[in-house]
């Protein structure tokens, strides 16, 4: 079992990151409110991870805290709920967001994540319930008070690809090309960079 990496970051496409630990470069799956806390490219970094074995694949997916990965593997052991959503789940909103929405029956939150049916989330929350009823969410905590996708960072020179970069990393999260490539194309503006667009589209349609 590979518990955490302790190393260089080389690459970084969200949600793929790719990390080099004692001359070996790993490929991992961060959720977005992860992969945002990541330092620039260059700079070393320790990413807490789980670890995935299927017949045709082995899959590393990492946090940026133990916190997201303990409800990363709570969500995975729901009904219907793998890997890939569960991702898709923690890219939309952090975990203390996803608690409150269980905790309080916030069914119409949940279903604005792509991939989260009306059953998807009334399963989540009867599911999950039990499990995250010691996470000590506040009632008066609302999840727009604690958005993760926030517009107060600076601006810088954005690459070339940027549009097609935050398009990309939308499908990778369960959008359709044609859902993703709108939203982009409402937020894109000159100085953006990808991870601010990827940011501003996913906030636009959750």
Not at 1 to 15: F, H, S, V, W
Not at 48 to 55: A, G, L, N, P, Q
Not at 76 to 84: H, L, Q, T, Y
Not at 86 to 104: D, E, K, N
Request: some cysteine.
């Amino acid at each position: 079992m590979i518990g955490c990496l302790n190393g260089t970051i080389l690459e970084k496409q969200p949600p793929d990151l790719l990390i080099e630990v004692a001359g070996v470069g790993y490929e991992v799956q961060l959720p977005l409110t992860s992969f945002y806390a990541l330092p620039e490219v260059g700079k070393t970094t320790i990413i807490y991870t789980h670890f995935v074995v299927r017949e045709d694949a082995q899959l590393l997916y990492g946090f940026s805290n133990q916190t997201e990965r303990s409800l990363f593997r709570q969500l995975i052991k729901a009904n219907g709920v793998g890997p890939k959503l569960a991702l898709t789940i923690l890219s939309g909103m952090t975990a203390q967001q996803f608690v409150r929405c269980v905790q309080f029956d916030d069914i119409s939150t949940l279903v604005k994540l792509p991939g989260v049916g009306k059953k998807t989330a009334e399963r989540l929350v009867i599911e999950m319930r039990d499990r995250l009823k010691d996470w000590g969410v506040s009632a008066t905590t609302a999840v727009s008070d604690k958005l993760i996708l926030q517009d107060d960072e600076a601006f810088f020179a954005p690459p070339a690809s940027a549009e097609q970069d935050a398009i990309s990393a939308l499908v990778g999260l369960g959008y359709s090309r044609l859902q993703a490539a709108k939203a982009v194309k409402q937020q894109l503006t000159p100085g953006i960079s990808s991870e601010q667009l990827i940011k501003a589209a996913l906030k636009s349609m959750i």
